[in-house]
């Protein structure tokens, strides 16, 4: 267990409406990942941070902001959602000297935009 | 660019054996995973590949040929709980390090 937890587990919103998802970690690590898992994709990378205010873009970033004003928190903003947004979300963290970098993922949060 | 490809659904027997493949195109490779998904549910991590070679780790072993983009996850003994999804994911270093992951394969167990 990598202490990390998601909410909210589940939300249905409206189009254009904003959304913000939030991860929560207890052992202080470094790197934290939004991902989106979309039948047929797998996960793909929606942002990352190497730090608290250190964030960076993944491949399928528009349309969403993050912030990190806190070591143990993530937040991932949709400003205005749409229907291509729905999607299952994953917090991921990456242990901090590990040779792997193996990730642990949250338990995800399930996104209906209707 | 970077490309994984893994079979989409697999179907095996209780107690049988099942070899699920993964092809990749990276031009930074760094290190191959495995992860399992029970429906519902976070990947968890399964293998690390970094070197050529198996690697065991009870009723699962992993391979990975670097010179041919390809690796494979053996599954021993299935049983009903090793229904799942199974994603091949490959740790890129061009431009920052990035992990892609690959669609993933379904596999049934079947009694």
């Known amino acids: 267990d990598a202490g990390i937890t998601q909410s909210p587990r589940h939300k249905v919103t409206e189009t254009g409406t904003p959304v913000t998802l939030r991860c929560h970690q207890t052992?202080?690590?470094?790197?934290m990942y939004w991902y989106r898992q979309d039948p047929g994709h797998g996960l793909r990378l929606i942002h990352y941070s190497y730090g608290v205010k250190d964030t960076d873009k993944g491949e399928v970033s528009d349309g969403y902001s993050v912030s990190r004003s806190k070591t143990e928190d993530f937040l991932l903003t949709l400003e205005s959602a749409t229907s291509s947004q729905t999607s299952v979300y994953f917090c991921a963290i990456t242990p901090g000297g590990g040779r792997t970098d193996t990730q642990y993922f949250g338990p995800g949060t399930r996104l209906t935009v209707l | 660019g970077q490309n994984i490809d893994q079979p989409t659904e697999m179907t095996a027997t209780e107690g049988a054996i099942v070899q699920i493949n993964c092809t990749y195109q990276t031009s930074g490779f760094n290190g191959l995973f495995w992860y399992q998904q029970h429906a519902g549910e976070a990947p968890t991590f399964l293998s690390y590949?970094?070197?050529?070679g198996l690697e065991e780790k009870g009723r699962f072993s992993s391979f990975l040929s670097r010179s041919k983009g390809y690796s494979y996850l053996l599954l021993k003994e299935l049983q009903m709980k090793d229904s799942a999804s199974y994603l091949c994911a490959v740790r890129d270093n061009t431009g920052g390090f990035k992990t892609i992951f690959g669609a993933g394969t379904r596999l049934f167990v079947k009694a």
């Open positions: 052992e202080n690590h470094r790197y």
């Open positions: 590949n970094v070197l050529d």
